[in-house]
């Protein structure tokens, strides 16, 4: 199992180094390292898949390594939905819609495909020794509703705008002036994929959180959780993570050059909207969830565990 979480990590990373898709009219060839977002979307998959893999080689740390497996395998291949739309609803080669997928797109394919068989294998092993039995106990009905509020207002987060941009400037002899670009992204102003993979990503949060009430087991339940915390996270990452426009990206829109902008004194600001930060309050949320589930379990493991064994002595 840790053999095929660390191979999808690995996956990641050439998919990251590789042409992901060649874009527009002029089939631009793009990748997943082209902005720091973008980078920074990726690489959290390939420390969760890592983690995930090397954490089972201990004994002492085995339940958490699969509970981030199952997390991530359950997740993650979610995030696919909206790129993999993309290259099949692609326009005709040469026009301004033309979408091709690249080595990276495939090779991001595989490590979902691997993601998935790792969530498999764990399940089975743990399965096979006992530890993954869904027993709800009295507050399992508390631990999903807390994990379905997170996943709901990850989607309502994600559904508003997050950020958008503003250019202020001062042309000669005038008033200030300012530019705004965006808001982005609102999901009801893209297209449908993106709808579609934030339904789908939102479920499968809901799902991993039913499923982590359900178990008795600290370290599974906090690794499951764990995944899904680190998965609906990876958007905002990449959000915060990026930079504002630079004068040079801006002025062939403008039909000026980077040269006047800066003598009309322009200045690119980047402002965060609510939608960024509910979804990273749902994150922390899914955050908090774990640690708090996870410790509630080891609390209750003993107890269980003597009373089952009084029930057998009897």
């Not at 920074?40 to 995930?52: G, K, T």
């Not at 998935?116 to 399940?123: G, H, T, Y």
């Not at 709800?136 to 999903?144: F, G, M």
Request: hydrophobic share 55%.
């Amino acid at each position: 199992m840790s053999g095929l979480s660390i191979a999808a990590a690995a996956c990641v990373i050439v998919a990251i180094c590789t042409t992901y898709s060649f874009e527009g009219a002029d089939a631009q060839p793009t990748t997943l390292h082209d902005s720091d977002g973008t980078l920074a979307f990726n690489v959290v998959f390939v420390a969760l898949l890592s983690l995930a893999g090397l954490m089972t080689l201990p004994r002492t740390t085995a339940r958490l390594g699969l509970g981030l497996a199952v997390g991530a395998g359950l997740v993650l291949p979610g995030l696919f939905v909206a790129g993999t739309v993309d290259m099949f609803r692609s326009g005709p080669s040469g026009a301004s819609d033309y979408v091709a997928p690249g080595a990276g797109f495939y090779w991001g394919t595989v490590s979902a495909g691997l993601a998935i068989a790792a969530a498999v294998s764990a399940v089975l092993g743990l399965r096979r020794g006992g530890d993954f039995r869904l027993a709800p106990i009295k507050a399992s009905a508390l631990w999903a509703a807390l994990g379905l509020l997170c996943a709901a207002a990850w989607l309502v987060g994600t559904w508003l705008p997050w950020q958008k941009q503003e250019l202020a400037f001062t042309p000669t002899g005038g008033q200030p002036q300012t530019i705004t670009y965006g808001p982005c992204c609102s999901l009801s102003n893209m297209p449908a994929q993106w709808a579609i993979q934030a339904i789908a990503i939102a479920v499968l949060i809901m799902v991993a959180c039913l499923i982590a009430a359900c178990l008795r087991s600290a370290a599974i339940t906090t690794g499951i959780l764990l995944a899904a915390c680190v998965c609906s996270a990876s958007s905002v990452l990449s959000t915060l993570w990026s930079k504002p426009y630079t004068l040079a990206q801006l002025a062939p829109g403008l039909e000026v050059s980077e040269y006047q902008l800066t003598q009309v004194k322009a200045v690119v600001s980047l402002h965060r909207l609510p939608g960024v930060w509910i979804t990273s309050a749902a994150v922390l949320g899914l955050l908090l969830l774990a640690v708090v589930r996870g410790l509630h379990a080891a609390a209750t493991a003993p107890q269980a565990t003597r009373t089952e064994e009084a029930s057998a002595d009897a």
